[in-house]
């Protein structure tokens, strides 16, 4: 793996760290021939590293100044991104009580300097082994019974994990949702055996032509969720796109086999609550354009918006604050007009927003503007009790 990339590792890679420049060499070159190696010559480069680089095994000095590799291990073991990674105590100490504190305090190992060469490769390769499979484990995490993939809980929890070490390093962070299409034409003409069977199949494909960085849920009954570490929208793109067109000849006879991809990038600043919002906007722009495409969330297009479909969702004093809202008119303004208070024309602007798959970083009122301009105008002006009900009528 490109370090701090997240790009799939060839070897496993090994953070060294000692106050000692010599000894810092000489790990370097003992462990060169099967492992990348990065070094940090004190605790708080220790901590900074192993947050950026997520390295699969961490050896480390007991004693150092400034952070004692005591303190390192602890505030490891406090974030969530680094916690599991194992760490082997590289110490001059050789007492029993020494490796017994070192093994009870978190290490995964204790190796007592200077080491036997062959011996410290194979314990050094033997802790990668051991994160390898717990990276397996959170891969695919048993939770659902059909694709034996993470379910969406497990999903959710990774997701805020891998923000806040987004937030941590500042660096970028992706998903994608998957959406099966026509998936209950499927189960009605094949038979819910088959659909089983399809759904882990598209599990296998999405776990092939992902990176070993990436993470493949079960999000719901015929969609998937993908967390991609240190990945920008562009990339997350790319990767949607692969796994779109790999989906699709997994059964060359069954010509209905597509998927809508949405994808998202986290903003500066926004929870993983939003991100995910921000995906299934996109998934829902995917398709209402028809569906067998991705659809990024910053696309500016607003052609895959349906806005007679979606005014359809909207009651009558719900579409009559969207008409409001369109000639940029304030809550306050609104509910004079209304005869309502102020809170309400708040609340209803809340659900306004949840069933036009608003994202919270749009503003309502703008748009409003760009996706029902022309329909509004086609209706007139705002008449509560009888424009909902010609809104249907105009697309008919």
Known sequence: MTQGTGEERVT???????????LLSLVGLQLADSFEVIQASDGAECVRLAAQHSPDVILLDI??????????????SQDPATVDIPVIFLSALAGVDDKVKGLQGGALDYITKPADPLEFVARVGAAARVRAKQLDVQRGTPGDPVTGLGHRRNFEDRLEQEVARARRISSPVAILLIDIDQMDTINEGYGKGFGDELLRGI??????????SDAVFRYGGDEFSV????????????????CRTAIASLHPDLHS???SIGVAELSAGRSAEELIAKAEIAL?????????RSWRADDPRRHGLNPIALAQELTEREWT??????????EQDIAGRMGIRPGTVRSHKARIRRKLHVAPDVRLSE????NFRELIARLGPPKEGSVKAEAPGASR
């Open 203 to 212: 599990g296998n494909v999405l776990a092939h032509k992902l990176r070993r």
């Open 367 to 370: 748009f409003v503007r760009d």
């Open 227 to 242: 967390l991609l570490p240190d990945a920008e929208a562009g990339t997350a793109y790319l990767a949607a796109e692969r």
């Open 12 to 22: 496993p890679l090994v953070l060294v760290v000692d106050d000692d420049p010599e």
């Open 284 to 292: 829902f722009r995917a398709k209402e354009s028809g569906g067998d």
């Open 321 to 330: 604050i969207l008409m409001h809202l369109s000639d940029r008119r304030t």
């Open 257 to 259: 086999l597509t998927v």
């Open 63 to 76: 004693m150092m100044p400034g952070m004692s590799g005591g303190e390192v291990l602890t505030a490891l």
